[in-house]
């Protein structure tokens, strides 16, 4: 049961002829599809290598513990064995961010998720400032970021940012790289 093509169309029987002659000797095709019954296989280095970076990137943030720093008024701290002249050249601006994370809309949960990672990015990309905005709002983050970055082996030292960089509503932290050999030198 053919059908009259040109009768169908706007196509003028030039053009009919012109695409019959082009497709003249094309066969049909069997449309197939592999699927695979177990997923392909990773090597046990790169398999390694996936989980040592997930686990560097996920940090866990108590929201049990509860630092000996005061939430309510300037935030400010170092961690111990560090020089405490780094809050004052938080506080004065001697340091510019690399990184700014903005945790605006965000819950503590999800927060805690973003500042593990911001601070595995600033480590992977050697920034040694990075500025994290909290916002005022309700308050529940301006409280609970300084008490999770206070935990983290790697931030040194916090300060409630300049003005410049969020004022009361964010804070800046400085990370502790790992010393390369160029700056050993």
Known sequence: MKKDISSQSSLSNDD??????????AKVFKQDTHRFDTKPKVSQAKQFAQQKKQVESEFFFSDEYIPDIDTNSTINYVQNGHDSFLAKQ???????????????????????????????ECKKQHYYCACIVHGIGERVLKHKVPQYLVQHPDVIAMHQAPLEYGGRG????????????EFRR
Do not use: C, M, W, Y
Request: charged content about 30%; glycine content about 8%.
């Open 170 to 181: 964010a804070v800046l932290i400085l990370i502790d790289l790992p010393q390369s050999d």
């Open 90 to 120: 938080l506080r004065r601006g001697d340091f510019a961010p690399d990184l700014t994370l903005d945790l605006h809309g965000l819950n503590k949960e999800r927060a805690k998720d973003e500042l593990a990672g911001l601070i595995h």
């Open 16 to 25: 009919i002829d012109l695409f019959r002659q082009t497709i003249t000797g």
